[in-house]
């Protein structure tokens, strides 16, 4: 089975890597071309558009910033629609809107081929090591037939229900980790003011009811100051907006997105839009004077969960 990956960026790039590892015969497209070197080094092949990849594959990866960009990818002229026919299937990958996906896959079904969403949630280190988390919406026979391959991407696979499910739970997890996030920053930040030993902090909330995914990843590189999750401040901005928009679209009175919304934006003003989302403790860091940092703790993001642990395939039941 022939795979095409188009989107070569943070998260993009560690997924088609776990395709190329586990010898799938890989062709990528970017619009930096720099960002595929280390696959065709590999022995992946070269796409020159994403029309002439999807005449040459059978399975098309999209994983790529923005609606817009996925939109430009897919409809140009020389863009994926244009090269599809019966039989091959598309896999969106992308933090996207619910609406839109459901309108391109209306458009990829027209040619014949079939359309997934498969977002995926977790942070780009599980990303790297295929121990991502997927989210499958649309057609259950075409999710069947791409389960093989997304146990290789991912550990844990939920079938969400119709195209435009896996979007719409997406960005609703992506703005719980940001809601989070910002209240890490602040309990930390009291620790420090507090005149707390940092190291005995975290592993208090992380024994505590506190406790999260999120102080398990972001509060370790806040703590060992690298801050490096690999997401950025707009991409935050991006994601809670199109939760927000979600929300006021189906007349939900909601409090704390706008709020997490200008904390971002103040911090995208203050720091840079390309600034790691982590980074938006700096805010508190200058208002109190203080750094946020926990000496000795370790310089790398350590995740405890086992990587030998095998794919778990969420039962249908579960899913809403």
């Not at 992946?44 to 990849?53: F, L, Q």
């Amino acid at each position: 089975m022939k795979a095409g990956f188009i989107g070569l960026g943070n998260v993009g790039g560690k997924l088609a890597g776990s395709l190329q590892r586990n010898g799938y015969d890989l062709t990528v497209h970017d619009l930096d071309r720099v960002a595929a070197q280390p696959f065709l080094d590999q022995g992946a092949s070269w796409a020159d558009t994403p029309k002439i990849m999807a005449e040459s594959v059978d399975l098309i990866f999209t994983c790529l910033p923005s609606p817009a960009a996925c939109a430009q990818v897919m409809e140009a002229e020389e863009g994926v629609i244009a090269g599809l026919s019966a039989g091959k299937i598309w896999l969106e990958m992308s933090t996207t809107d619910n609406s839109e996906v459901k309108r391109l896959a209306g458009l990829v079904e027209k040619t014949g081929a079939l359309a997934l969403e498969t977002p995926v949630s977790g942070g780009c280190h599980r990303a790297a090591t295929g121990n991502i988390s997927i989210f499958a919406g649309g057609d259950r026979e075409a999710f069947e037939k791409v389960l093989p391959l997304l146990t290789v991407l991912g550990r844990r696979v939920l079938h969400t229900g119709p195209i435009g499910s896996a979007s719409v739970l997406k960005v609703l997890t992506n703005y719980l980790a940001t809601v989070n996030l910002c209240s890490i920053a602040e309990a930390l930040t009291v620790a420090k003011k507090a005149g707390m030993d940092l190291n005995t902090t975290y592993e208090a909330i992380k024994i505590s009811s506190g406790n999260s995914f999120v102080h398990e990843t972001e509060s370790q590189v806040i703590l060992n100051g690298s801050r490096d999750i690999s997401f950025t401040m707009d991409l935050v901005i991006k994601d809670v907006g199109l939760f927000d928009a979600l929300g006021r679209e189906h007349d939900v009175p909601l409090e704390i997105s706008p709020l997490i919304l200008d904390i971002f934006k103040d911090g995208q003003e203050r720091y840079g839009a390309r600034e790691l989302s982590p980074n938006i403790i700096r805010r508190l860091e200058d208002a109190c004077g203080v750094d946020v940092l926990a000496p000795g703790f370790p310089a790398e993001m350590v995740d405890d969960e086992p990587e030998e642990m095998g794919a778990e395939i969420i039962p249908a039941h579960r899913s809403a």
